[in-house]
């Protein structure tokens, strides 16, 4: 303790010599601009943990925060006195590099507030800027420094010596580095890269994962085009050739068959022009696709089949959500000719936006009656062996959520229904990423048989002695968590008491409230940013909102692109909501108030989506890592919450089984608006007990808010800041 004592004193009073050093510089006015820019950024990164204190944390191992301390802070203040030092160097150098400085910084404050870098990548980062600035006067080539630099902390730097003699091959080296890593992502920024000798080695290896991402650019007018045309791999020119039909987006999923010539793409297009029997079609494929899987291959089209497939499937719900007041023949109208596997498909593709009473109602007319009803015999083992038991886990976990996996299991023979729930729970470590887990730890949360309950105790606990048997360290995290989890989860205790449990046995903070001080910011303010969108959804969410801010509470001002709500009364708070201008407007307007709030270091606490599910990932990519509490209303799948606690690991989850609606949204938003005025901690069990009470007597609301998961009882939330917490304290 004492030895890092030392050392933090000795870092401390290292920077503040260099600033005197540089203090005594005789810096003219023509570049002093250039230097406040620098100090600008430095103390950004110096009170992004809100303390402005010299001590840059980034982690929470000391070392790492005092060698990133140093970099950002005295290595920085070196650099700056070098260059004023060097009498080599004229005005217009000097301006250069010290240009370059504030870029770099700028970067890495915008990346590290948005958590698209790694914070403890700074020293390596200013390292390289400095050993490349020396090439750089020397007259040498700037490529030997970036190798060991990601793709993030390096895209701007290199920038900076676009007349170096090494910056084109730096470039791309350093793209390429990142191509192959990121091959979702690359196409948009490969068009700058086409002459580079990778490109097509990027372009084959992107048709392979992402085909329809090729396709896109293979039928645009673009040079990018040119080069995907010109490119002699096997996949890329299927991909060509799909591209030259007008239905070519419909055809692409079934690039497997084209390959294997068991279809043509002319008898495509007469199947894809009528909706019923492309979905049909769609089903049928899948089914064959996920056999190919099954036995250890990799269809190229199945991603690109189940996003064409959901797209589909959420036309059809949308359409029986729409009606849900009419008639069940009515309302179920456009699904009457389904088959059981094709219903089976709605389901699982339907999970962030499917109404209960379009899942299962008194009729029997939901998708999930329909479905067992309309199999012959009505065995659910049945139907899973005829979709080679496509996403199960998913069904599954959907089935407990909406409270018929009991049904569903006794439709089999009790062997088979406990085969089918081991399976359930069975090579959950094998996953790339933790949805499987997720969803099981949401199913327990949901289901009410005890038997049951107990029968996956025990299974867990099965699995958890399996893999410690083999060494398996990732699936003992995982069954291990899980086991406690469940174990906690069913004490007979009240909520609050449960979570307290959850909090101390997890080592997490607080899971059933966050405390007002986390909220506020350096100013004792608290910042909030809602998104709207603008189609007409959004636009009279927009208008519905803004009428709960009375002129006696809340001063409202608007520019072109967003409303600033701020309190009058109670501890101050603001609210920044963007306009929901029509599309594509409204992301104009996103991105308007998300440059805004940067610039003026403005990180809000409290992030709130209000729009359908497929605007989430706009709200997502704006999210900050300040965010301590994030309110989807709807979409509460494992993706979004993974993106959610990787970009902010502390946000406590508001999020729905359904789709959301304003009738619920703004209760829980005026609710919490409530509480950050009046200065408390944010209790997420009183809360929801207020809410609970005030839906009670409203029959329309009452269902839609029980679909509502708080972040207390959000167990898939819980379970990924578990996880996540357990791998850093091995890491360390």
């Known amino acids: 303790m004492r030895r890092f004592f030392i050392m933090l004193l000795l870092v401390a009073f290292s920077v503040s010599l260099v600033r005197a050093q540089n203090s005594h510089i005789q810096i003219p006015i023509t570049r002093q601009g250039f230097h406040d820019n620098i100090d600008k950024e430095q103390a950004a990164a110096d009170k992004f943990d809100g303390k402005a204190d010299d001590l840059v944390k980034v982690s929470e191992d000391q070392t790492i925060n005092l060698q990133v301390t140093n970099a950002l802070l005295k ?25 370059g400085i504030y870029v770099m910084l700028k970067d890495y404050n915008q990346k590290r507030a948005h958590h698209n870098i790694d914070p403890e990548e700074a020293p390596a980062m200013i390292q390289a800027y ?82 329809n991402q090729i396709l896109t650019y293979a039928t645009s007018y673009t040079s990018m085009a040119t080069a995907i045309k010109r ?36 008898k495509l ?46 036309l059809y719900i949308r359409d029986v959500n729409d009606l849900h007041e009419e008639p069940a023949p009515v309302r179920f109208a456009s699904v009457k000719n389904f088959t059981p596997e094709e219903l089976y498909y709605l389901i699982i593709n339907g999970q962030e936006e499917l109404y209960t009473s379009s899942y299962t109602n008194h009729n029997n007319a939901g998708l999930y009656d329909q479905m067992m009803i309309r199999m012959k015999p009505p065995r659910g083992d049945s139907l899973l062996m005829m979709v080679n038991f496509d996403r199960f886990k998913k069904f599954i976990a959907m089935a407990a959520g909406f409270n018929t996996l009991d049904n569903f299991l006794k439709s089999m023979a009790p062997e088979n229904s406990n085969y089918l729930m081991q399976k359930y729970v069975q090579n959950l470590e094998k996953t790339e990423d933790l949805e499987d887990a997720v969803d099981v730890a949401n199913s327990f949360g949901s289901i009410r048989d005890e038997k049951l309950l107990n029968f996956l105790r025990e299974e867990v606990k099965n699995n958890l002695a399996y893999v410690k048997k083999h060494k398996d360290t990732r699936g003992t995290v995982i069954y291990q968590l899980l086991s406690s989890l469940f174990e906690t989860a069913s004490k007979d205790e009240n909520d609050s008491s449960k979570a307290s449990d959850m909090s101390v046995k997890f080592q997490l903070p607080p899971v059933n409230y966050v405390a007002y001080n986390t909220l506020e910011s350096d100013s004792g303010k608290v910042f909030q940013q809602v998104f709207f969108y603008g189609d007409k959804d959004g636009q009279e969410s927009f208008s519905s909102f803004m009428t709960n801010f009375p002129s ?67 709200t997502l990519d704006n999210l900050q890592s300040s965010a301590k509490i994030v309110l989807l209303g709807s979409c509460g799948g494992y993706h979004n919450l993974s993106v959610v606690l990787g970009k902010s690991p502390e946000a406590h989850i508001i999020s729905s089984k359904q789709v959301g609606t304003r009738f619920v949204n703004e209760p829980i938003i005026h609710s919490l608006e409530d509480v ?43 379970f990924i800041k578990a996880y996540k917490q357990i791998i850093k304290d091995e890491k360390k």
Do not use: C
């Open 231 to 266: 490119n002699q791999d096997p996949i890329v020119q299927q991909i060509v050739r799909i591209g030259q039909s007008e239905q070519s987006t419909k055809i692409l999923p079934f690039i497997d068959e084209l390959l294997a010539g068991t279809t043509t793409v002319e």
């Open 676 to 718: 950050v005025r009046s200065g408390k901690n944010v209790d997420w069990v009183i809360m929801w007990a207020q809410l609970t009470k005030r839906f009670a007597p409203d029959a329309r609301n009452k269902e839609l808010f029980s679909d509502y998961v708080p972040p207390h009882k959000n167990l898939g939330a819980i």
């Open 269 to 314: 297009e007469k199947i894809v022009d009528n909706d019923y029997q492309y979905y049909k079609q769609m089903v049928k494929s899948t089914i064959a696709l996920q056999k190919l899987k099954n036995e250890g291959q990799s269809p190229y089209g199945l991603k690109a089949m189940m996003e064409n497939m959901q797209a589909k499937s959420l």
């Open 75 to 99: 290595e920085v203040d070196d650099m700056q006195v070098e260059i004023e030092r060097d009498s080599a160097l004229d005005h217009r150098l000097k301006v250069k590099y010290l240009s």
């Open 552 to 618: 006696s509470e809340w001063k409202v001002s608007k520019n072109k692109y967003w409303a600033t709500i701020s309190s009058t009364k109670g501890k101050p708070t603001t609210i920044y909501a963007n306009l929901p201008i029509d599309e594509p407007g409204d992301k104009e307007a996103i991105s308007k108030l998300s440059e805004y709030l940067d610039e003026n270091d403005i990180h809000p606490t409290i992030f709130i989506h209000r729009g359908h599910s497929y605007h989430i990932n706009t």
């Open 130 to 211: 400095r050993n490349m600035m020396h090439a750089d006067v020397k007259g040498q080539s700037i490529l030997p420094y970036i190798q060991h630099l990601s793709f993030d902390a390096s895209e701007k730097i290199i920038e900076l010596f676009r007349d170096n003699s090494g910056y084109k091959e730096a470039r791309g080296v350093v793209f390429t580095k990142y191509a192959f890593s990121n091959l979702e992502t690359v196409m948009p920024k490969l068009s700058q890269y086409l002459n580079y000798p990778a490109t097509d080695s990027i372009i084959a290896a992107v048709a392979r994962k992402y085909p």
